[in-house]
């Protein structure tokens, strides 16, 4: 038993076992006060009720033989017997043939009593104080959000594997579920949201051997996170490194970097080819015939994929033109429009011969990328005004209003007191992406997408710190549904999102209205930018040792950062160079990655040697 969600799985599985179709679980404290799970299966006699306390004593196996014929999720007779070992347990069960039902108590692993007891038809198992006698076991656990996530996930995985028995799901006082009996379509889109259904695309293929049958989603479902995620084998849910890169890698096509798809599938084999008692959790299986599995898949997955997406099949004989010649085109486009894989805007493109007349941004993208017209420097704000004309640009003298701060490269940056003026600043743009202007000692180039970051995340944080966020109030509020999950992440982060600049009212039946955004956000789709938030503070969650604060804030960022590949005007750029030496640290983006690099002549010139 490691968390909550340990206990909240064992006691899942038992009802399942026991042939229950409706399903009801309670929780207090994401199940460190109170686990409640109550089933209307065939019960327990009063000879089986103690004995299911017993370690190793189990009601599931009669024979040998049924070692290798395991069809049901328990086997091996520990998990009753571990949790009672380490909380309060009550149990009240009644078979339908019996005329009054019994309770069973147990307390540490100490028996307290047994007695007759008024009960429905089934069994319910209440587990209370969970870990109060292994006070390391207990200060170990994560938050209450935190812990009700997990919860969510094993209560997913028995609600996808098991469409047809009814499941609630109430969590202090409030109601999270309500799942009555459906079919697996139905059943995703109450546990995800209605927008999947339409989405969803089902196969089923069999062999002699194995069986395959489940959803897939359309690659406009995907997500910066995994999660969403389930593999079944014989209804039982386990992970497999290698079939989820199997799926993965037949959606790349489709998907960004670091996105994931939906995908429930479920496999039906013998007993006798898979062995699920490799792992402690039984979280991992073993195959008989891994390669047989995974070739299956690979070509289940991808023909229903192909057939949604309706992927046109090329044949060179078709083409009026040779093969040969199609491979010169091919690179020669490569050659002058760089990687056609990589979405970016290219340099060499007809658009950017056409942009040749200066356009004056709007006001949104002004705040968006810089302060704007009618903006004032002040004497801390480091500019790096170049001048000259023709081909050749050099820095400004220094004079009296000017002063160096050392770079993090040794690269003197010229500061200069008031805004120079437009006409004797000169930036170019590389490739829709680095931001380049000419120094004393050589060049310097910038990441636009990064140090657009680091401004955002400087700003966030000191707006939260002030407690005075600049919010856009929306002129028609913004209705979101959420899965439980998302819903229970959102109310977790909300004090922090608000002092950011959000302005988002909670409601019931896991829903939220977005009233106001940070102004650093462009107003086009809100609800999609405080979902994408949420995805982006997932993803940290796994992998940055950082705050919460600052998890809300890296991710804010990095959803209102300009893009790579967006085209910049002279007057954004210069807006983007003086907010950014404008911050804290300047030359590292919130990662730690650089957002300027500095060449000097002399490694321009070793280039060329």
Known sequence: MQRPASVVKELLDNAIDAGADHITVVLQNAGRTLIQVRDNGCGMSPQDLPLCFLRHATSKLSTVEDLLDIRTLGFRGEAMASIASVSHVTVTTKRFEDESG?????????????????????????VRNLFFNVPARRAFLKTDATEFRHILLTFHQAALAW????????????????????????????????????????????????????????????????????????????????????????????????????????????????DVNVHPTKQEIKFEDERMISTFTRSVVKKALNEHMRVPVWNPAD??????????????????????????????SQDNFRNTRKRVPSDSSLRLYGEGPGSTDTDNRLNTAVSGGGGSHELSPEGDSARRVQGSE???????????????????????????SQTRNGMLIMDQHAAHKRIIYEKVLNEAESGLPSTQQLLFPISINFSASDFSLLKELHPVITRMGFNVQLLSGNSAMILGVPSDIRLDNEQHVLESIMEQYKMMSRSLSLDEKQRVALAIANKAAIPRGKKLTGEEMEALVDKLFACQDPFRDPLGKRTIRSLSVDDLRAMFR
């Open 102 to 126: 019994l309770e069973y108590e147990i307390r540490g692993g100490e028996e307290a009593g047994l007695r007759p007891a008024a009960s429905d038809n089934g069994t319910s198992v209440t």
């Open 163 to 274: 469409p047809e028995i009814a499941f609630d799901l109430d969590a202090d006082g409030e109601i999270v579920y309500r799942l009555a009996s459906s079919d697996m379509e139905s059943r995703v889109a109450e546990l995800f949201g209605k927008s999947y259904k339409a989405s969803l695309i089902p196969l089923a293929e069999s062999t002699s051997m194995v069986r395959i049958r489940g959803l897939l989603s359309d690659p406009k479902l995907a997500k910066k996170t995994r999660g969403e995620q389930f593999l079944f084998i014989n209804r039982r849910p386990f992970y497999h490194r290698h079939l989820n890169y199997v799926i993965q890698e037949i959606y790349r096509d489709w998907l960004g970097q670091n996105e994931y798809p939906f995908f429930a599938l479920y496999y039906e084999v013998d007993p006798e080819g898979v």
């Open 319 to 348: 083409s009026d033109m040779p093969l040969s010649d199609v491979s010169k085109q091919d690179r020669l486009r490569k050659l002058f429009e760089g990687d056609s894989d990589s979405g970016k805007q290219h340099a060499y």
């Open 410 to 436: 040794g690269e003197p940056w010229p500061v200069r007191k008031g805004r120079t003026h437009l006409s004797e600043t000169r930036f170019s743009q590389i490739h829709n992406q680095y931001i380049i």
